[in-house]
C-alpha cells in the first residue's frame, strides 16, 4: 500500500513588496525613539538658555554694586597722594569691567538665534517651512500629507544632528562665559575690599 505523503508544514505568506513583515513597525518605533531623542536636545538647548541667564544676573548685579562705588574711588584717587588701595582698586576695577564685557559679549552671542543654515532643507523647521513654501499653505499640506515614515525619519534626524550642533556651541559658550566671570569675580573682590579700605 502506498504511503501519502507527509505535508509540509504551512509557510506563512511573504510580503510582495519585498520588505520585512514587522518593518513598519520597526519604522514607526525608530520615528519615535528619534522624536524622543530631539526633545531631549531640545531641552538641553533651553537648559543653555537658563544658564546663560544667571551668569548674565550674576554679572550685572556685580557690575551695579562695582558702579555705586567709583564715586569714592574717584574721590580717593583725586587726593595728594592717593592711597595705595585706590591704585589696586583701580586696576581690578578695570580688570574686572574687561571680563565683564567679555562673559556679557559670550552670553549674548549664546542666546542668538540660529536658522540651520547649514543643515539640510526639511518640512519640520520654521526656518525651512518658512522660506521654502511661504504662504502656500495648501503645498505645504500637500506635501506633509504624502510623507512617508522614511520621509519622517529623515526630516527628525537632519534636525537631530543641527540642533545638537546648537546645543553643543551654546553649552560651550556660556561654560566660557561663567569662566570669564569667575575671572571677573575675582577681581570684583579684590575691587570692593580695596574701595572698603578707602578714608570715608
Same mark, same amino acid.
Given at each position: 500500500?502506498?504511503?501519502?505523503?507527509?505535508?509540509?508544514?504551512? @509557510?506563512?505568506?511573504?510580503?510582495?513588496?519585498?520588505?520585512?513583515?514587522?518593518?513598519?513597525?520597526?519604522?514607526?518605533?525608530?520615528?519615535?525613539?528619534?522624536?524622543?531623542?530631539?526633545?531631549?536636545?531640545?531641552?538641553?538647548?533651553? !537648559?543653555?538658555?537658563?544658564?546663560?541667564?544667571f551668569?548674565?544676573?550674576?554679572?550685572?548685579l556685580? !557690575?551695579?554694586?562695582?558702579?555705586?562705588?567709583?564715586?569714592a574711588?574717584?574721590k580717593?584717587?583725586?587726593?595728594?597722594?592717593?592711597?595705595?588701595?585706590?591704585?589696586?582698586? *583701580?586696576?581690578?576695577?578695570?580688570? !574686572?569691567?574687561?571680563?565683564?564685557?567679555?562673559?556679557?559679549?559670550?552670553?549674548?552671542?549664546?542666546?542668538?538665534?540660529?536658522?540651520?543654515?547649514?543643515?539640510?532643507?526639511?518640512?519640520? !523647521?520654521?526656518?525651512?517651512?518658512?522660506?521654502?513654501?511661504?504662504?502656500?499653505?495648501?503645498?505645504?499640506?500637500?506635501?506633509?500629507?504624502?510623507?512617508?515614515?522614511?520621509?519622517?525619519?529623515?526630516?527628525?534626524?537632519?534636525?537631530?544632528?543641527?540642533?545638537?550642533?546648537?546645543?553643543? @556651541?551654546?553649552?560651550?559658550?556660556?561654560?566660557?562665559?561663567?569662566?570669564a566671570?569667575?575671572?571677573?569675580?575675582?577681581?570684583?573682590?579684590?575691587?570692593?575690599?580695596?574701595?572698603?579700605? *578707602?578714608?570715608?
Amino acid at each position: 500500500m502506498a504511503k501519502k505523503p507527509a505535508s509540509n508544514p504551512t @509557510t506563512p505568506a511573504q510580503p510582495t513588496n519585498g520588505q520585512p513583515a514587522g518593518d513598519p513597525a520597526e519604522r514607526k518605533s525608530s520615528l519615535d525613539n528619534c522624536l524622543k531623542v530631539l526633545a531631549g536636545v531640545q531641552e538641553q538647548i533651553r !537648559f543653555a538658555d537658563t544658564k546663560a541667564a544667571f551668569v548674565f544676573a550674576i554679572n550685572t548685579l556685580m !557690575f551695579g554694586f562695582v558702579v555705586s562705588s567709583v564715586g569714592a574711588l574717584k574721590k580717593a584717587l583725586a587726593a595728594s597722594p592717593a592711597p595705595a588701595p585706590a591704585w589696586v582698586g *583701580l586696576v581690578a576695577l578695570i580688570a !574686572f569691567a574687561l571680563c565683564s564685557v567679555v562673559a556679557v559679549g559670550m552670553l549674548i552671542y549664546a542666546v542668538m538665534s540660529r536658522f540651520g543654515e547649514k543643515a539640510p532643507k526639511c518640512r519640520i !523647521f520654521f526656518g525651512h517651512v518658512a522660506t521654502q513654501y511661504g504662504h502656500d499653505f495648501e503645498r505645504y499640506v500637500t506635501e506633509l500629507k504624502g510623507m512617508s515614515e522614511d520621509d519622517w525619519l529623515r526630516d527628525v534626524g537632519t534636525q537631530i544632528v543641527e540642533t545638537s550642533h546648537i546645543a553643543l @556651541t551654546k553649552h560651550r559658550t556660556v561654560r566660557a562665559s561663567a569662566q570669564a566671570t569667575v575671572v571677573g569675580l575675582v577681581c570684583w573682590v579684590v575691587a570692593v575690599f580695596c574701595i572698603s579700605l *578707602l578714608p570715608g
